[in-house]
């Protein structure tokens, strides 16, 4: 098992990527709004007119300013594979800028996957 994490850059191109992943057969994938360091430093900070202590729903005002991480298990590297050429098709080549990043990491145990009804 793997755990693959996708940090999309452009959030416009979500529904597409989604449905990309589900082609190639993923069903499960939690999603994040997320943002790095390069934004912080090189687009005017995070937020300017948050509160001291902001609540989560302060941030979804304006969450087309955030990426978004995506996460999910995969079998093996052959999934890991079409994954990467599924999300390439639709955020282009991941060595140019404001693409994306992906992790493939080895995943030595996972709980709560498997669900009973």
Known sequence: MYLLLFVLHDPSKLEDLLDAWENEGVRRVTLLFSTGLGRLRYIK???????????????????????????????????????????????GDLSQPNTGLMLVLPLVQAFGLEKQE
Do not use: C, K, N, W
């Not at 007119?49 to 300013?65: A, K, M, N």
């Open 45 to 91: 900070g995070l937020r300017d007119d948050l509160p001291l202590i902001p609540s989560l729903e302060d941030f979804y005002q304006h969450e087309d300013r955030f990426s978004r991480t995506l996460f999910t298990v995969i079998p093996d590297m052959d999934v890991a594979q079409r994954l990467l050429r599924a999300t390439t098709a639709v955020v």
